[in-house]
C-alpha cells in the first residue's frame, strides 16, 4: 500500500497508513523515552537518598560513641540533631520526586563500602573506622558541617557534624555501587522500552489496518466498477460508524452515476433512432431510379427538406443538452424572459398557423438568472408538443407570473391533454406522447435544463381539457410590465 501508482497515472500516492503510524510511533517512542527516563532519574534518586539515610544514622551512632548524645537517642526522628541533609553545591538531586515504583527492588545499601571517624578541627585524626586509601582530611569539612556532599570525584557521599571537644564527625559511603545500580536501572529500562515499544508499534499498525479497511473497499470496488462491473457497491453493513456515512455517500455516488450512464445509454440510442430514419428517407428520394417529372421533383425536394429540419432538431437538441450538461449555475446572468419567450413564439408560429392554431404571448415579462439560449430551448420544447397535439382552432397561452421568490412561466393547451397511461414516464426520453414531427426527447431535456437553474418544470391537466406544463425559476424575481 506504501507509495503505490494508484490508477496506472504513474503518480506514486504516499500511504496515509504509514504517515500515521510514524506520526503516532514517534509521539508514543518519545513520551516512552521521557517516562522511562524519569522513572530510572526517580529510581536513582530513591537510591541516594537511602544512602543519606544510612549515613545520617551511622552519623548518630558515632555521635553516640563520642559521649556527645545517649545512644538511646540514635532512634529518635532525627537521630543527627541536623538542618534537613541538603545537596552540596552543584549537586542537582531532589529536583524530581518520584511518582513510579521502579519495578524491582534497589541495592542493599548496607552492603555499600562505609567509613567514618573523627578528626580535630585542625585535621588530626582522633579515631578513624575503614577509612579508605586516598580519603583523608579536607579543611573543607569545617564548612560543610550538617550537610552531606559528593566529592569532586564523584567516589564518595560524604557527611559531618560536629563532635564533643572541638571534634568534627565525618562518615562516607562508596558511590560505585550506586552507580552500578543505576547502570542496572537503565539497562532494565532500555530492555523493556526494546520489548514493549515494537509490540506496541505494531499493535498501533494492525488497528490503523483495520480502520483504514472500508477505504481499501471503496478503492477495489471503484476498481470493479471502472473494470465494467457497474452494479458493485460497498457494504455498509461493514462498515463502521465513523466511515459508515462516507460509504453511503459513496454508494449514493455510485447510484447516481449508474442512473446517468444508464440514462446516457437511452439518450444515445434514442438519438440515433431518431437519426437514421430521415436520414434512411432521404437515401430513398435520392436514389429513385425512376425519372421524375418538375412535380415530382419538386415534391421530393420538399419531403427531404422536411426530413432535414427533423435532422436539425435533433442535433439541436444534442448541443442544448451537451450545453446543459456543463452548465455551471454560479455563470448564470439576469435575463429578461419577454424577448425570450417571443422568440420561442417566432420558431413556432409558422407551424401553428399551418394548424390553425392560436398562441397567445404573456402579458408581461419577468428577469431571472439563467441562459437565454436554454431557456428559449425548454419553451420552444413545450410550445411544439402542444401544436403538435392541438387541433385546427385551439389556443396555446402563454403566460408568466413573477413575484419575490420565484418566477412560473406556463405553456396551457387546451387539446386533449396527456393519456393517464403516459403520466409515469411522461418525463423520460422517449416518452413524450408527441405523434407526429417529434424526436421524443424535448420534455426530458426541458426538465434536465429547468434543473440546471435550480428550478423545475412540472405537469398539470387544464381545467377543462388539455395540458398545462410549468416552467419554475428560482427568485430573486422582478415583474416587469408589457
Not at 23 to 36: H, L, P
Not at 115 to 137: C, E, I, N, S
Not at 295 to 309: E, F, P, Q, V
Not at 377 to 397: F, K, S, T, Y
Amino acid at each position: 500500500m506504501e507509495g503505490r501508482d494508484h490508477g496506472g497515472t504513474g503518480r506514486r500516492h504516499r500511504s496515509l497508513r504509514r504517515r500515521v503510524a510514524v506520526s503516532c510511533g514517534t509521539v508514543f517512542v518519545v513520551g516512552a523515552v521521557a517516562i522511562r527516563f524519569a522513572h530510572w532519574h526517580a529510581a536513582v534518586e530513591a537510591i541516594e537518598r537511602d544512602v543519606d539515610l544510612g549515613l545520617q544514622a551511622r552519623l548518630a551512632v558515632l555521635e553516640a560513641r563520642e559521649g556527645r548524645r545517649p545512644a538511646a537517642d540514635s532512634a529518635s526522628a532525627d537521630p543527627l540533631g541536623l538542618p534537613a541533609v541538603v545537596p552540596a553545591e552543584g549537586d542537582r538531586r531532589g529536583w524530581l520526586r518520584p511518582v513510579l515504583d521502579v519495578g524491582h527492588r534497589s541495592p542493599d545499601v548496607a552492603a555499600f563500602r562505609w567509613f567514618g571517624g573523627a578528626w580535630r578541627r585542625d585535621g588530626t585524626p582522633v579515631r578513624t573506622v575503614g577509612l579508605p586509601a586516598g580519603v583523608g582530611w579536607s579543611p573543607e569539612w569545617n564548612a560543610r558541617l550538617g550537610t552531606a556532599w559528593t566529592t569532586p570525584d564523584g567516589a564518595w557521599r560524604l557527611a559531618a557534624i560536629p563532635g564533643g571537644d572541638d571534634t568534627v564527625l565525618v562518615v562516607g559511603a562508596d558511590r560505585s555501587a550506586l552507580s552500578a545500580a543505576a547502570r542496572r536501572e537503565a539497562a532494565y529500562q532500555a530492555t523493556t522500552f526494546a520489548v514493549w515499544v515494537p509490540f506496541l508499534l505494531g499493535l498501533v499498525w494492525l488497528v490503523l489496518s483495520r480502520a483504514l479497511a472500508p477505504l481499501a473497499e471503496i478503492a477495489a470496488t471503484a476498481r470493479r466498477i471502472r473494470s465494467g462491473d457497474f452494479d458493485q457497491r460497498i457494504d455498509v453493513a461493514r462498515a463502521d460508524a465513523e466511515v459508515a456515512e462516507v460509504v453511503e455517500t459513496v454508494n449514493g455516488m455510485l447510484d447516481r452515476l449508474d442512473d446517468v450512464r444508464r440514462a446516457q445509454s437511452r439518450f444515445n440510442a434514442d438519438v440515433a433512432h431518431q437519426l437514421v430514419n430521415p436520414v434512411h428517407a432521404i437515401l430513398l428520394e435520392a436514389n429513385q431510379a425512376e425519372p421524375r417529372g418538375p412535380a415530382a421533383a419538386a415534391a421530393a425536394l420538399g419531403r427531404i427538406d422536411g426530413l432535414a429540419r427533423r435532422i436539425e432538431r435533433v442535433c439541436e437538441t444534442l448541443l442544448a443538452y451537451s450545453r446543459t450538461a456543463a452548465l455551471d449555475p454560479r455563470r448564470l446572468r439576469p435575463v429578461d424572459l419577454e424577448p425570450i419567450v417571443a422568440a420561442a413564439i417566432e420558431r413556432l408560429e409558422d407551424g401553428a398557423r399551418e394548424r390553425g392554431i392560436a398562441v397567445v404571448p404573456p402579458a408581461g415579462g419577468a428577469i431571472v438568472k439563467g441562459d437565454a439560449d436554454l431557456l428559449e430551448e425548454v419553451i420552444v420544447n413545450l410550445l411544439g408538443n402542444a401544436v403538435d397535439h392541438g387541433a385546427p382552432g385551439d389556443r396555446i397561452e402563454v403566460v408568466v407570473a413573477a413575484d419575490a421568490g420565484s418566477c412560473r412561466v406556463a405553456v396551457i393547451d387546451h387539446g386533449p391533454g396527456v393519456a393517464a397511461a403516459l403520466l409515469p414516464g411522461l418525463f423520460e426520453q422517449a416518452r413524450s406522447g408527441k405523434v407526429s414531427g417529434g424526436h421524443g426527447i424535448g420534455l426530458e431535456l426541458s426538465r434536465r435544463i429547468a434543473r440546471s437553474h435550480g428550478g423545475d418544470l412540472l405537469h398539470e391537466p387544464t381545467p377543462g381539457g388539455g395540458a398545462t406544463f410549468i416552467l419554475r425559476l428560482p427568485g430573486p424575481a422582478a415583474p416587469r410590465p408589457a
